[in-house]
C-alpha cells in the first residue's frame, strides 16, 4: 500500500480557497509577488538555468515556475493543490509559459524520475507539511549527483513571530489570518541537519527583508526572520 501524502488536510485547504486570486498583485499573494524577484536572482547567481531541468515543488499558481522558465530552464511545478494547479496551467497558456505542471507531491515526483533534474526549488512549503524530515529526503532523491536544491522557509524566533504572523497576518494584513503557526517555523540549523541526513551539503544561506510600507524585499546577512538556503547533492555535475 503507498504510503499517504505528507500533507496537512487543513492546511492544504487554505490554499484550496485562496487559489482564485494568486495571481492579483494587490491579493492574499502581493508579498510572494514581491519576494520572487528575489528568489529568482538567488538561484540564478548559483545556478545555470539555461537548458536546466528544474522541480518547483509546491508551486502554488506558478509565479516561481513561470520565471525560471523565462530564464531558459525546462521546468516542472508540482503541488497538491488541484485549484492551484488548475490556476498555474490557465496563467500558462494565457502567457505562453512552457512549464509542465502536475498534481504530485514529491515523492511521487521522486519515484517516477529519481535522480532527474538539475535544481529543485521549494519554497515556503516545509513549514506547512507534517513531515519536514520525509519532505527534504524527498527533494534529495529528484536531484541528479551535483545537483542543487533551493529552500526558503520562516525562522523560528521572536522577531519572526512578531513580524511574519503578529504583523503580517494581524495588523498589516499582508497574508491571510491564519496562514502561519509559529510552532511550524524552521531554525537553519535544524534545516541544515534535515539536509545532511538526506546526503545534502548546506552551501549558501541567505536571509529575506521585506519592507511592507514599501512593497519592497531584498536579500541580506541577517536570516532572523525569513531565509533562503542552496544545498548540494554529493558527486559531480554532468
Known amino acids: 500500500m503507498a504510503a499517504a ?26 508579498t510572494l509577488h514581491a519576494i520572487n524577484p ?7 547567481a548559483r545556478a545555470t538555468l539555461k537548458g536546466a531541468r528544474i522541480a ?14 523565462a530564464h531558459g530552464a525546462t521546468v516542472v511545478g508540482v503541488d497538491l493543490s488541484e485549484a ?12 505562453g509559459s512552457p512549464v509542465e505542471y502536475q498534481l504530485l507531491d514529491a515523492e511521487r515526483l521522486a519515484a517516477q524520475h529519481p535522480h532527474s533534474f538539475d535544481v529543485v526549488t521549494c519554497m515556503e512549503l516545509i513549514e506547512h507539511v507534517p513531515d519536514p524530515p520525509r519532505l527534504v529526503s ?3 532523491a529528484l536531484l541528479r549527483p551535483g545537483g542543487l536544491l533551493f529552500m526558503s522557509t520562516i525562522n523560528r524566533t521572536p522577531q519572526a513571530f512578531a513580524l511574519a504572523i ?3 497576518e494581524y495588523l498589516l ?8 503557526e509559529y510552532a511550524r517555523f524552521i531554525r537553519p540549523a535544524e534545516l541544515s541537519a534535515l539536509a545532511r541526513s538526506a546526503g545534502l551539503t548546506l552551501t549558501d544561506l541567505t536571509g529575506v527583508h521585506y519592507d511592507p510600507l514599501a512593497h ?18 554529493a558527486g559531480a555535475r554532468d
Not at 10 to 26: N, R, S, V, Y
Not at 38 to 44: L, S, Y
Open 5 to 30: 501524502a505528507n500533507v496537512d488536510p487543513a492546511e492544504l485547504a487554505k490554499f484550496q480557497t485562496q487559489a482564485h486570486g494568486f495571481w492579483d498583485p494587490a491579493g492574499a499573494f502581493r
Open 38 to 44: 528575489v528568489r529568482v536572482q538567488f538561484i540564478a
Open 56 to 69: 518547483d515543488v509546491g508551486c502554488g499558481g506558478g509565479a516561481l515556475s513561470e520565471a525560471l522558465a
Open 84 to 95: 492551484m494547479i488548475e490556476v498555474a496551467r490557465l496563467h500558462a497558456a494565457a502567457t
Open 138 to 140: 524527498s527533494l534529495a
Open 166 to 168: 503578529v504583523a503580517a
Open 173 to 180: 494584513g499582508l497574508v491571510p489570518r491564519g496562514t502561519h
Open 216 to 233: 519592497r524585499c531584498e536579500a541580506g546577512h541577517d536570516p532572523n526572520v525569513n531565509y533562503m538556503a542552496c544545498f548540494a547533492a
